[in-house]
């Protein structure tokens, strides 16, 4: 993934939604990401919404936003590591970690509250969601690379 796949899809404000779990292996990379971003001080709306981001719908909906993008794991099957960019009607196949149930009711609600809200994921191929681990290499390295990514398509 190179950083013209991220600055192409975007418009406006960003805002960039990190999902996940950090007390289960992979599935924390939406977290890190955040964590990551906040360091660099990224130009960009940053939320960690953990495991539950429908209770952060009210907060990103009062930032000013055009253009939000999920970050979390999900299975492509691919090695781990791997990156895939996916659009708003590829989110709800996608077996997004442990949350796939709320997503799609999540982005729906986001899009009641603004009209026009350009929505995408950046998903990345875990190695193991298994409660208890830390990331693994292959994903550490992917939150290096996409925090690069992201600095350099938001400059």
């Not at 950090?22 to 971003?37: A, N, Q, T, V």
């Not at 708003?88 to 026009?116: P, V």
Request: charged share 20%; with cysteine; proline share 3%.
């Amino acid at each position: 993934m190179r950083s013209s796949d991220i600055r192409d899809r975007l418009k406006g404000i960003v805002t960039i939604i990190g999902i996940g779990n950090i007390m289960r292996g992979d599935d924390g990379f939406g977290p890190k990401l955040i964590e990551s971003l906040k360091k660099k001080n990224t130009k960009a709306n940053l939320f960690d919404c953990g495991t539950v981001p429908e209770n952060y719908i009210f907060p990103i909906l009062t930032t000013s936003c055009d253009t939000v993008i999920l970050v979390d794991v999900a299975d492509f099957k691919a090695e781990p590591g791997s990156m895939k960019v996916l659009s708003l009607n590829e989110l709800s196949g996608a077996g997004l970690s442990t949350h796939n149930a709320s997503i799609r009711l999540f982005t729906d609600l986001l899009m009641t509250g603004k009209d026009g809200l350009n929505i995408f994921a950046v998903t990345v191929q875990p190695k193991s969601i298994a409660f208890g681990e830390s990331l693994s290499q292959a994903v550490s390295e992917g939150v290096n690379k996409l925090t690069d990514i992201f600095v350099e398509a938001l400059a």
